[in-house]
């Protein structure tokens, strides 16, 4: 970890007020916002920013494998960023454009250096280094972030995550563990049915989701009554690098994950039966639905 932020000491400051701590991805798993995200905002800009017109068609096919459709799904924009232009980069379709893209050297030297993968951080880097490349992601996260503002409006969550969450504010302390931008993430929840049920909220500003369940619940409450619930890979991860339990959202059957988590779910975390054979049917079937390869290579 890069030093603690004032952001993280407010995770790492938040008191138990239940004995069993529930952390909730936000985009893709309470509310339906990946699609519209990811086709709407991100991929017609990492065309247009990154000089990809002329195979548009293949840009957004890989764009939308990396980050709605694989393991990649849910992974923080620039390493995703870095992902999609390297797989693109290795289509015969691409190399026959002869299309020039970009070197992204610059950036992955600043994602091993920074664990708070943000504009913010960026923005600070940006000044540093005056480098083009770092200059041109920055752009593109910008209005992505803009776009993203004025076409992501008047999102409900999922019919059963509503009925859910009430449940889950009975017995644990709810937080929102997600790698999208606070400002987003607030956009999203408050005025929202399910604001009520959550004690805090953790975005990219706040570090990564590792991070976020081991400020917020690590050591403060048994590992046994630590749940994360998430609809992608790195969900997954966050829980189990800090030894939590994990139950999935499954892309494309989201509320019918939900309803599976209020009807038998819930009551096996809280009465600590959750782990072991049950938790691992759910995690290979959620792997099911998230291809490591792209069909175009087959
Ligand atoms: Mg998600």
Known sequence: MSGTSDLQNQLKELQPSKDFFVGIDSDGCVFDT?????KECFCPNYIKYFGLQKVSRYAREVWEFVN????????????????????????????????H??????????????SKLGNATLNAYAKQVNNPLINRVLDWSLRVNADIEEMVTGMDPFPYAL?????????????????????????????SSVEKFIRTIAGQEHGTK??????????KYKADKILMIGDAPGDLRAAKNNGALFYPIN???ENESWKRLLEEGLDRFFTLNFAGSYEESLIDEFHSYLPENPSWKS
């Open 101 to 114: 893209i970009p070197d992204f050297t610059a950036l992955k030297t600043w994602m091993e250096q920074e």
């Open 251 to 253: 892309p494309s059957h």
């Open 163 to 191: 009925d859910a969450l009430r449940e889950i504010h009975r017995k644990a302390d709810a937080v929102v563990i997600s790698q999208t931008p606070v400002d987003a993430l607030t956009r999203d929840w408050k005025g």
């Open 210 to 219: 590792t991070e976020h369940i081991a400020l917020a619940a690590k050591g």
């Open 68 to 99: 709605l459709y694989s393991t990649g799904r849910g992974t923080n924009r620039f390493p995703a960023l870095v992902n999609t232009v390297e797989l693109l980069a290795t289509r015969p379709e691409v190399k026959q454009w002869n299309v």
């Open 34 to 38: 990946m699609e519209l995200k990811h």
